[in-house]
């Protein structure tokens, strides 16, 4: 999935007030909004094809792997993240 497959492009996704982060299967980012910029402090261009867990590490790391799991194995998840973001807060 690209940016050019989202109908609107990255335009539309920064009318809407919360953080908005779209990333693949192995965690590359393919839409990052202006809100996410904000509250992360990684702008679109630095974010975009990089890997999530590594702009926004989870505290404790092991976390997101666990929760990657779960929803794989039963299709959803649900349960709250610590991540840090560029200032290591």
């Known amino acids: ?26 965690g590359t980012i393919v839409q990052w909004n202006a809100a996410a910029e904000t509250q992360y402090g990684w702008v679109r261009a630095e974010a975009l094809g990089k890997r999530l867990a590594d ?8 976390m997101l792997a666990q929760a990657e799991a779960d929803l794989l194995a039963a299709g959803a998840w649900e349960g709250e993240l610590v991540r840090l973001n560029r200032q290591g807060e």
């Open 1 to 26: 999935m690209t940016e050019a497959d989202w109908a609107g492009g990255p335009e539309i996704l920064d009318l809407v007030h919360d953080s908005i982060v779209v990333r693949t299967l192995d």
């Open 55 to 62: 702009l926004l590490p989870s505290e404790p790391p092991e």
